[in-house]
Structures are given as structure tokens and as C-alpha cells.
């Protein structure tokens, strides 16, 4: 679903069905390219920079047998690609998600939704994003004075988040609440990776992930480029850049272990407040403990930032660098791309010759003949001669069972009908 009246508003996927029986003077165009069961899920394709990206509308059911089969409907029906699934899954995959009687997976539940994580590569937006802000729970009700809350609505990326490059911030706006739920609004950057600007004209290498940590990039690239005058020599130059920014590297390794302390006092200060909102749900307890929330993941990312940082130090000081051979390909390289001309000994530019013989050989008919005869053999005449109809194709599909076949991503009729010159002797 798009809103076409606010296009700065991105996408809005809404799957509250609730509000398909009241008023609530919104103004939406309803665009969906599929759907299933009652609006249990929706979803569209978008064109972007990095290619197609279907957003999927999840309204996952309170039953626990209807969500179970939704899970499997979805692992079975998804095509690849890039997907951004979001909206109300109805029950938390995390015990951090939940406090309270709601629903957690467990049991057969959780088993298909992990298949389903684990064949897309799903990862949450809210565990991975640069800033989170408002509550982190996305529903909350005090029932009989016991209070209930839980991160039912979530964002969800396909293969790992690699093609959304940077996931901005995840906004969860309790002001704003439809009904007992609170919307998610996930703010992502859609762009190739900044590696490519570094690799572009230097000789360095560095993993991506890396460089997306803030500041890295940056750091990096100005020790790169800051090369002493008069120093030509590709093997140089790389030595130089190499062993500074192995030292920015090590000072924002020594800066992320540093933030790291306390994350044990914290963890304590937080079950200490878990304990007191029970007895006391309060709006300033509440405040308090999203603030050690927000103190504890800043720990740990920077805990996570420092090992990855420590990884390629190692891998650096282990004496990983280009062979000799590539630097004097590297230097024939840049002798090509300096010559201006070629001429033969009498001093004749060769590219002249070759401009005034080429007519002269595409004009003549018998010898393109011959060309293309010499080209085309007997076996592959044969071959696109008894090319079968699209009718025996689709006839041949309809004998194929259809169900699955096995495998790690599993054969659908599709790929059979698309293969079919590749497979058919195995099938007939």
C-alpha cells in the first residue's frame, strides 16, 4: 500500500483491520499486487536503485494454528529477492520482547518461523539500527492491574538487510496509536556500498562492514590518500597506506572497548526496574527503564564493533598483501593507459590501417558466408531446429508433481518450464 497524496511518506503498509469498521478520516490508496485469507498479508513491488524491493504487510492471527500456517503459506509462496516484511506478527520471537502474558514462540510455531528466517535470511530493523526512538515495546495494556506489554509489530529485512545497505532509524510513535498498538516507522537509505568510492584508483581492500561503522570510512580514506609527495610506486604507496590505517583502525578499537564497561552494572539496574514496574507501572519508571535499554544495546554494539574491528587487525598484521605480480600487471596497466597511438616501424599509425581494412573484409559476401557457416555446425542446426513448442512444454509440465522437489531451495514448475532445454533429457 502507498500513500500517493504525502509521496515523502515513502510506504505505509497497514494491515489493522480494525479500522476497516470505523472512521478514522484517513485518506489511503489501497495498491496491492497480492494478497491472502482476509488481509492476513498484502504485499507490492517498488522500484528502486538497488533493484525491486516487495514490501509484505503482515496482520498474523491470534490463533495459534492460523499463525503457524501463515508461517508455512509464507516459507512455501515467497519468491527471492529483496523484502521488507512489516506489521503486527501477533506473537515475539525474543523473551526480551515480551513482559507480560503475551504470546512467545515456542514449540512448532517457532520452528517454521525460524525455517522461514533462516531460507530468507530475515533480520529485524529494530536490532540493527543506527537510532531507536520511543518505547520498545509496540503494545501495552493493563489488564486486572497487571500491566501487559510487547514488541508485536516489527520490521523485518530479507537477505540480511545487504541490500538496504543502511538502516537509519527505527521510530516506534506512541502518540500516534490507531488502536492498542503503536505504528513503526523504519527510515532506511537504499544506496551501493561506500566501499566502492574507496577502491576506485587506490589498491586497498577492506570488508564493507567495516566501513560502514561510523567514522571508519572516513578515517580511513583520509589516511589512504594522505601519501607523501613524489612516492609513484604502486608497492610503496600501498605499504604506506596500509600500515595507517592499520593504525586508525587499532585507536577505534581501543575507543570501543573503552564504552563497553558497566554493561553488568546496567543489566542489574534494569531487573531491578522490570521487578518495581510490576508492583508500579508508572509513565517515569517506564522512562527509566527505556533509558538503560538504550544504555545497554549502545554497549554491546560498540562491544560487537571493537571484535570486528580486532578481526581485521589481525588479518592486516597477519602479512595479508598482493603478490609482486600484481603490482607489475598494476604497473603494464598504467603504461597502456598512458600510450597515445601505435605505429608500425615505418611509421604508420596502425589504427588508420586497420579503419581502411575492415570495410574492405565486412564487404565482401562470400566471406561473411563462410564465416558464419564455419560457425554454425551440423549438431547445433539440429539443435535449434528441434527446439519443442511452448504447447509441449506446458504439456510436460502438467504431468510434473506439484509439490517441491528436494533440495536446499527446493525446484518449482517455473524453473522446470524456464530450464527445460538444460533438463529435458533427465525428464523424458
Known amino acids: 500500500m502507498t500513500k500517493k497524496e504525502h509521496p515523502e511518506a515513502g510506504i505505509l503498509a497497514l494491515q489493522e483491520l480494525k479500522a476497516l469498521e470505523e472512521n478514522l478520516h484517513f485518506n489511503l490508496s489501497r495498491i496491492s499486487e497480492g494478497g491472502k485469507g482476509n488481509g492476513t498479508v498484502a504485499w507490492a513491488k517498488i522500484e528502486t536503485q538497488v533493484g525491486p524491493v516487495t514490501v509484505l504487510s503482515v496482520y498474523a492471527p491470534n490463533i495459534l494454528a492460523e499463525r503457524r500456517s501463515l508461517w508455512a503459506w509464507l516459507s512455501y509462496h515467497l519468491e527471492e529477492g529483496n523484502w521488507v516484511m512489516i506489521g503486527d506478527f501477533n506473537s515475539v520471537e525474543l523473551p526480551d520482547d515480551t513482559y507480560g502474558p503475551t504470546a512467545l514462540m515456542n514449540g512448532g510455531e517457532l520452528q517454521i518461523w525460524k525455517a522461514l528466517a533462516s531460507e530468507f535470511q530475515l533480520i529485524d530493523a529494530y536490532m540493527c539500527a543506527a537510532f531507536t526512538e520511543g518505547p520498545r515495546f509496540t503494545r501495552q495494556v493493563v489488564s486486572g492491574g497487571r500491566l501487559d506489554q510487547a514488541r508485536l509489530d516489527r520490521c523485518y529485512l530479507s537477505n540480511g538487510g545487504k541490500w538496504a545497505h543502511h538502516i537509519q532509524k527505527v521510530h516506534l510513535d506512541a502518540r500516534q496509536a490507531l488502536s492498542d498498538h503503536c505504528p513503526v516507522i523504519v527510515s532506511i537509505t537504499?544506496?551501493?556500498?561506500?566501499?566502492?568510492?574507496?577502491?576506485?584508483?587506490?589498491?586497498?581492500?577492506?570488508?564493507?562492514?567495516?566501513?560502514?561503522?561510523?567514522?571508519?570510512?572516513?578515517?580511513?580514506?583520509?589516511?589512504?590518500?594522505?601519501?607523501?609527495?613524489?612516492?609513484?610506486?604502486?608497492?610503496?604507496?600501498?605499504?604506506?597506506?596500509?600500515?595507517?590505517?592499520?593504525?586508525?583502525?587499532?585507536?577505534?578499537?581501543?575507543?570501543?572497548?573503552?564504552?563497553?564497561?558497566?554493561?553488568?552494572?546496567?543489566?542489574?539496574?534494569?531487573?531491578?526496574?522490570?521487578?518495581?514496574?510490576?508492583?508500579?507501572?508508572?509513565?517515569?519508571?517506564?522512562?527509566?527503564?527505556?533509558?538503560?535499554?538504550?544504555?545497554?544495546?549502545?554497549?554491546?554494539?560498540?562491544?560487537?564493533?571493537?571484535?570486528?574491528?580486532?578481526?581485521?587487525?589481525?588479518?592486516?598484521?597477519?602479512?595479508?598483501?598482493?603478490?609482486?605480480?600484481?603490482?607489475?600487471?598494476?604497473?603494464?596497466?598504467?603504461?597502456?593507459?598512458?600510450?597515445?597511438?601505435?605505429?608500425?616501424?615505418?611509421?604508420?599509425?596502425?589504427?588508420?590501417?586497420?579503419?581502411?581494412?575492415?570495410?574492405?573484409?565486412?564487404?565482401?559476401?562470400?566471406?561473411?558466408?563462410?564465416?558464419?557457416?564455419?560457425?554454425?555446425?551440423?549438431?547445433?542446426?539440429?539443435?535449434?531446429?528441434?527446439?519443442?513448442?511452448?504447447?509441449?512444454?506446458?504439456?510436460?509440465?502438467?504431468?510434473?508433481?506439484?509439490?517441491?522437489?528436494?533440495?536446499?531451495?527446493?525446484?518449482?514448475?517455473?524453473?522446470?518450464?524456464?530450464c527445460w532445454l538444460f533438463i529435458r533429457k533427465d525428464c523424458v
Open 190 to 418: 537504499l544506496e551501493e556500498p561506500r566501499v566502492e568510492q574507496i577502491r576506485q584508483g587506490s589498491y586497498f581492500k577492506m570488508d564493507s562492514e567495516v566501513l560502514k561503522l561510523e567514522g571508519v570510512f572516513h578515517a580511513v580514506q583520509t589516511a589512504w590518500e594522505n601519501n607523501p609527495k613524489g612516492v609513484t610506486d604502486p608497492q610503496a604507496k600501498w605499504s604506506l597506506g596500509w600500515s595507517r590505517v592499520k593504525g586508525v583502525l587499532k585507536a577505534f578499537k581501543a575507543d570501543s572497548r573503552r564504552r563497553v564497561d558497566q554493561v553488568d552494572e546496567l543489566k542489574i539496574e534494569l531487573a531491578a526496574l522490570r521487578r518495581r514496574l510490576q508492583d508500579d507501572p508508572t509513565a517515569s519508571l517506564q522512562e527509566s527503564l527505556l533509558n538503560v535499554e538504550k544504555k545497554i544495546r549502545a554497549r554491546e554494539f560498540e562491544d560487537a564493533k571493537s571484535w570486528r574491528l580486532r578481526s581485521k587487525i589481525r588479518w592486516m598484521e597477519a602479512g595479508e598483501a598482493p603478490s609482486h605480480y600484481f603490482f607489475a600487471q598494476l604497473k603494464a596497466k598504467h603504461a597502456r593507459e598512458s600510450m597515445k597511438t601505435l605505429k608500425k616501424t615505418s611509421g604508420e599509425d596502425t589504427q588508420f590501417k586497420c579503419m581502411e581494412a575492415l570495410p574492405n573484409d565486412l564487404s565482401e559476401r562470400k566471406e561473411v558466408l563462410r564465416l558464419v557457416d564455419r560457425k554454425a555446425t551440423e549438431v547445433q542446426n539440429a539443435t535449434m531446429i528441434g527446439l519443442p513448442s511452448p504447447e509441449e512444454i506446458d504439456e510436460l509440465d502438467d504431468d510434473l508433481p506439484r509439490d517441491k522437489a528436494p533440495g536446499l531451495d527446493g525446484v518449482t514448475n517455473n524453473m522446470v518450464k524456464d
